[in-house]
């Protein structure tokens, strides 16, 4: 049984830092790409980061240079590492993983206070 459970999400000030995790098992992480989206009320769901079984990342414009994705293949866990945090990243933050399948896990809330 797959399994993703985000954890790292709360409530920070503008400009402030939050690292969320995603720990997965249930799957063969190692050959898995991994993937953080987020959605905010009344909006879809959107892209973040996304980081390949060879550790190759794609970030949305919105974020680059502000969040870095990275893995962790022995701890089968994926990380997204969010700096300079502005009030329109709050939103719940989803892990995903792709290995022929998409599997998500429950999300995470970030919330960003002005």
């Known amino acids: 049984q797959v399994q993703l459970v985000e954890s790292g999400g709360g409530l920070v000030q503008a400009g402030g830092s939050l690292r969320l995790s995603c720990a997965a098992s249930g799957i063969i992480f190692s050959i898995s790409a991994m993937g953080w989206y987020r959605q905010a009320p009344g909006k879809q769901r959107e892209l973040v980061a996304t980081?390949?079984?060879?550790?190759?990342?794609n970030y949305a414009d919105s974020v680059k240079g502000r969040f870095t994705i990275s893995r962790d293949n022995a701890k089968n866990t994926v990380y997204l590492q969010m700096n300079s945090l502005k009030p329109e990243d709050t939103a719940v933050y989803y892990c995903?993983?792709?290995?022929?399948?998409?599997?998500w896990g429950q999300g995470t809330q970030v919330t960003v206070s002005s």
């Open positions: 980081i390949g079984s060879g550790g190759s990342t």
């Open positions: 995903n993983a792709y290995f022929g399948v998409i599997r």
